[in-house]
């Protein structure tokens, strides 16, 4: 049974750092047929996908147009786990933060979720 | 890359069928079948409901069927029921490599 467990702070100043761990079990994050997403929910915005790394021989990893000027995703294969880095946040990126797993850019296993707010 | 665009709201009794639509464009929809379906139930993860197209995971009830013609998709729920009732949110892989979810349709079962 594959496990995601999501860390990080809840709280984050404008213009600071957004970041998040999601770490895995039940599977491993260089496998060559998933993928690891990172996921936002928003009243405003709905479901957004933020980007994803995977490993197909080699480490590919892909951002959202929206945020791909702040965003880094790094895998870690030494914890079987991946991260997520956005800057210089502004409150409109507040929302709830999933990682997820996919097969075939369909997301099965979620993680518990991190309501991050922007906020001084 | 824009949101594939979905009907804000649905509504169906229970026992009715409804039919939630997904439009996209050729560089995403009508591109791959990597088309899924997600519902939101609110304090809870999304749960997978349909992936590449018209695929269902183990357990989702097979009330809910999905297609996709051209570049739009749809979700069928069939014999509705009270805890249908969430938001559905559908999503395509696209030509560049990236991932786009729809705006979200709330269902409500009246």
């Known amino acids: 049974q594959v496990q995601l467990q999501q860390s990080g702070p809840g709280l984050v100043k404008p213009s600071q750092t957004l970041s998040l761990t999601c770490a895995i079990s039940?599977?491993?994050?260089?496998?060559?047929?998933?993928?690891w997403n990172w996921i936002r929910q928003s009243p405003s915005r709905g479901l957004e996908w933020l980007g994803r790394?995977?490993?197909?021989?080699?480490?590919?990893?892909e951002y959202a147009v929206s945020v791909r000027s702040r965003i880094t995703i790094n895998p870690d294969t030494s914890k079987n786990q991946f991260s997520l880095q956005l800057n210089s946040v502004t409150p409109e990126d507040t929302a709830l933060y999933y990682c997820?797993?996919?097969?075939?850019?369909?997301?099965?296993?979620w993680g518990q979720g991190t309501l991050v707010t922007v906020s001084s | 890359q824009s949101a594939l665009t979905q009907p804000a709201s649905v509504s169906g009794s229970p026992g009715q069928s409804i039919t939630i639509s997904c439009t996209g464009t050729s560089g995403d929809v009508g591109a791959y079948d990597y088309v899924s379906w997600y519902q939101l139930h609110p304090g809870k993860a999304p749960k997978l409901m349909i992936y590449w197209v018209t695929n269902r995971p183990s357990g989702v009830p097979d009330r809910f069927s999905a297609s996709k013609s051209g570049n739009t998709a749809s979700l069928t729920i069939s014999g509705l029921q009270t805890e249908d009732e969430a938001d559905y949110y559908c999503s395509s892989y696209t030509t560049s490599g990236t991932v786009v979810f729809g705006g979200g349709t709330k269902l409500t079962v009246l």
């Open positions: 039940g599977d491993s994050v260089s496998s060559t047929s998933a993928g």
């Open positions: 997820g797993r996919d097969l075939g850019a369909a997301v099965d296993y």
């Open positions: 790394t995977y490993y197909r021989s080699k480490w590919y990893i």
